[in-house]
């Protein structure tokens, strides 16, 4: 079953392409079934690529799902982003506050070198991840939004790390019968872009949280909260093959100081495509949440969430 999204949006004409099941509004409407109503809330600038990776990753269950495209007030407009494709597809989170979702999905952001206060929207976030306690059934958290997150609900604080976290990097499962890894196989990979870390030892100490996988190189990876109502994600497992190639080059054109990304490139030369070693896992993940952690727990009336 296909995700419900704006026959107009970008992102259908890239997935039908890739043969991905997308319905638009006209047949879904026709189908005696509640949709689960997803929330994405895009802190990316580049906004089309990255709804583009969430919407073919949540297409790939039989359920469908309602999406609803946010993003924060009180951002700065997106320099990568027409203004019109945010008219059209977006709905500021002011918006919503009203309204109740089965799932909330919350992405990275390029802002992690700055601390949580100082980044524009903080006051909406915290509002946001407020408001999701009792209107959202379980929520997403990716990356920057992860580390966020953790700070707000757990007082949990982020520090720098001594050089980029970049490439893709090996993790063990810690509990393979949790419902958001069934089916994991005990090491996998997954992409890692970010300057910044959560402090390991306090969230191993957190009576309400478990880490679900982590790696020796690149150190928590999975959490989830002890309800499985929160859950979080350190790397980008949503990521596209040429999502780190893109950002390696376009640091090298900025002439920064970036390394190769670890185990990505073959023989870590830059001139050859990388490989996807991560794209099963990614799919089993948001499968896993949609249908475990969500479809199967949230109320069948969406006004009973709280």
Known sequence: MPIKVPASLPAVSILENENIFVMDENRALSQDIRPLKIAILNLMPTKIVTETQLIRLLSNTPLQVELTLLYPSTAHKPKHTPEEHMHLFYTSCGEVLNEKFDGLIITGAPVENLDFSEVGYWDELMKIMEWSKTHVYSTLHICWAAQAALYYHYGIPKHPLESKMFGI?????????????????????????????????????????????????????????????????????????????????????????????????????????????????????????????????TPYDINEIK
């Not at 970036?258 to 001139?271: G, L, R």
């Not at 089993?284 to 949609?290: G, V």
């Open 169 to 297: 990097f090996p993790h063990t499962l810690n509990n393979p019968e949790h419902p958001l890894v069934r089916g994991f196989s005990e090491m996998f990979f997954a992409p890692h872009s970010r300057h910044t870390d959560i402090d390991s030892d306090m969230v191993r100490n957190n009576e309400n949280l478990e880490i679900l996988a982590e790696s020796d190189m690149s150190g928590i990876f999975l959490i989830a909260d002890k309800n499985n109502r929160r859950f979080f994600a350190t790397g980008h497992l949503e990521y596209d093959f040429d999502t780190l190639s893109k950002e390696y080059f376009r640091d090298v054109n900025k002439g920064l100081d970036i390394h190769v990304p670890y185990n990505y490139f073959p023989n870590d030369d830059p001139t050859k495509k990388p490989f996807n070693t991560w794209k099963s896992h990614a799919h089993l993940l948001f499968a896993n949440w949609l249908n475990y952690c969500v479809y199967q727990m």
